[in-house]
């Protein structure tokens, strides 16, 4: 897969003021799903908005995340690789998750450069009071703090609610406790991503009138299981709720798209859509789970919760009229951190200077200036295990981890993959490519560096975090 010539964008640089900013995130959604890359209709699940803004776009098809819903929003959200900030796994509770109060986000940013911002679905980064949205910059927020699975606790056989609190729909706003709003059941689960469109659209209107810029981060809930489509969109494909979810979800980016047609404001607004990691597995887990719900993750092979390209790699679409150009695909490597450093570029915001960054600036990629990201590689964490590193065309795996459920296995010699030959990393080509190597350990070794800088957080650290000096 070669790049397509990237044509020259009408203008190269923002000169209508500080744009608008829609990061749309979806969850669990593999890289072969739209239309844009190959599934779509194909899967029996038509994708037209989300290809028409892939169309009018960049679409990315080297675009890479972390192996977990919690690291790769917490990657996303700071610019940094999730093993530095205690995030690198999905929690399972019993201490305090998700971020500490010192970590700096997006929307901090955003939001001293003059934004508005809004934070609407799943959240993942903290659940308990100093760890939400509204205290991490987001001006206001409503969905989930934790993720869609725990809605289907309410009714399980022994569930007992004074034993383990219910997750609850909340809300709140910067300054204030954020408060619950309802139990999030099953029957929640079925509207929530129709609610998020609604409070999305409804922040959108508020702040367009307003004339001020604005930062929406709308992580929808699906199509994570158990995928329980709207009652308006379910038996809609004729092919079972996932397929009918994903329909959903594509109406539902329509409408964040017709709404900014209608406002006038399209051309001022950088729409992105993209997944938090590749697909569920195509089997159950242990062969008892009957809620998963597979994916396709094109051409790569692995699932959710490995290193294999599968996990790595996910839709990525963005638009900005007159700005990104329109129709381009790019296999150049892009990383979910490069994300914070390029929105604060474009956006006049500033990135951190006492914590390593391990986000780099794409603006000009994105932009049309370069052909090329300035991005060569990253390792590739899965958990708080180092069981890769991604380079150019190339993988170096120093662990085996091929199933979601499998303890990784040390290799004795790291083994290397061709990716432009090799995409579902099977043939191990260390030999004669040895030389692979070299600029993988630098990697590795820079990156250990910069530790003895900056020390990792551990997981469950407790707020104040202070770091060492």
Known sequence: MRSEPRPAAQQSTPTDGKPNIIFILSDNLGWGELGAY???????????????????????????????????????????LAIRSG?????????????????????????????????????????????FPSDQG???????????????WLGAKGYDESIVEPQYIMEGKKGEKSSNVQK????????????????????????????????????????????????????????????????????????????????????????????????????DLGGTSPILNGGSAGPWRGAMFTALEGSLRVPFVIRWPGHIPAGAVSEEMIHTVDMFPTFAALAGGSVPRDRAIDGVDQSDFFLGKTDKSNREGFPVYVGDTLI?????????????????????LKLLVPRVHD?????????DVSIPNTWVLHPAVKIVGAFQVSLQKYPLITMGTPDPYVPPQ
């Open 419 to 427: 990716l432009d030959i090799d995409p579902r990393e099977e043939r």
């Open 388 to 408: 890769a590193v991604k380079w150019r065309n190339w993988k170096i795996h120093f662990y085996v981890l091929d199933q979601p459920t499998d303890p990784p």
């Open 184 to 283: 999030y059941d099953l029957e929640q689960r079925r509207i929530m991503d129709a609610a998020l469109n609604s409070r999305s659209l409804d922040f959108i209107q508020r702040s367009a009138k307003a004339g001020k810029p604005f930062f929406v981060y709308l992580a929808i809930t699906q199509p994570h299981y158990p995928a329980l489509p709207h009652p308006d969109f379910a038996g809609k494909t004729g092919r079972g709720d996932y397929a009918d979810v994903k329909v959903e979800m594509d109406h539902r980016v329509g409408e964040i798209l017709d709404e900014l047609d209608r406002l006038g404001i399209a051309k001022d607004t950088i729409v992105v859509f993209s997944s938090d990691n590749g697909p569920e597995p195509q089997q």
């Open 138 to 152: 987001f001006d206001e927020w409503y969905g989930i703090p934790r993720t869609t699975d725990e809605a289907m």
């Open 38 to 80: 190959g599934g779509g209709a194909a899967l029996g699940a038509p994708t037209p908005n989300i290809d028409k803004l892939a169309q009018e776009g960049l679409r990315l098809t080297n675009y890479n995340v972390e192996a977990q819903c919690t690291p790769s929003r917490s990657a996303l959200m700071t610019g940094r």
């Open 87 to 131: 995030t690198h796994s999905v929690p399972l509770g019993g201490a305090p998750e998700g971020l500490t109060a010192w970590e700096v986000t997006i929307a901090k940013s955003l939001s001293a450069a003059g934004y508005a911002t809004a934070m609407y679905g799943k959240w993942h980064l903290g659940s308990i009071e100093g760890r």
